[in-house]
């Protein structure tokens, strides 16, 4: 069974990997960083902690690689794509562009996002879960 545990830990990591690499966008601005803590749990925690909660209630284990990758680069992609849409709508671009480049745009962010998720997800999800299902019996 996989331990509850997961529901926290994994998100709490996934939260100081991303963070660790704020000062690089933010070029060291205080006021910048504390938007990009928000922005790390907007678009990286939050999905990190419903794939951890998929795992926990169809109790995968380490060797459901491909059920891994899949669901994550899934689950980001679909995020990713809904999130930035409503960014989109919600703050107009500077320079007006045209609907075909916003959609590619959208849609070429929401790869980006889900490529690297899904290889992160397998990398360091696989550490905390089990290594194989324990049958029922040996539970009783």
Same mark, same amino acid.
């Given at each position: ?12 990591? @996934? ?11 933010? !070029?060291?601005?205080?006021?910048? =960083? @504390?938007? !990009? ?7 990286? @925690?939050?999905? &990190?902690?419903?794939?951890? =909660? /998929? ?17 994550? !680069? !899934? ?32 849609? /070429?962010? &929401?790869?980006? /996002? &889900? ?13 905390? =879960? ?11």
């Amino acid at each position: 069974m996989v331990n509850k545990s997961i529901l926290w830990i994994f998100p709490l990591i @996934t939260q100081i990997i991303f963070s660790l690499f704020l000062p690089f966008f933010s !070029g060291f601005n205080l006021n910048e =960083l @504390t938007i !990009g803590f928000g922005y790390v749990a907007l678009l990286a @925690t939050l999905p &990190a902690f419903v794939f951890a =909660l /998929f795992c926990y209630s169809k109790r995968l284990h380490q060797r459901n690689i491909l059920q891994i990758t899949i669901f994550s !680069g !899934g689950l980001m992609f679909l995020y990713t794509l809904i999130l930035f849409s409503i960014y989109l709508a919600i703050e107009a671009p500077q320079e007006p562009i045209s609907i075909w480049e916003h959609s590619l745009a959208v849609f /070429f962010y &929401a790869l980006m /996002f &889900a490529l690297p998720s899904s290889v992160y997800a397998m990398v360091i999800l696989r550490l905390f =879960l089990p290594k194989a299902i324990i049958s029922q019996k040996a539970e009783k």
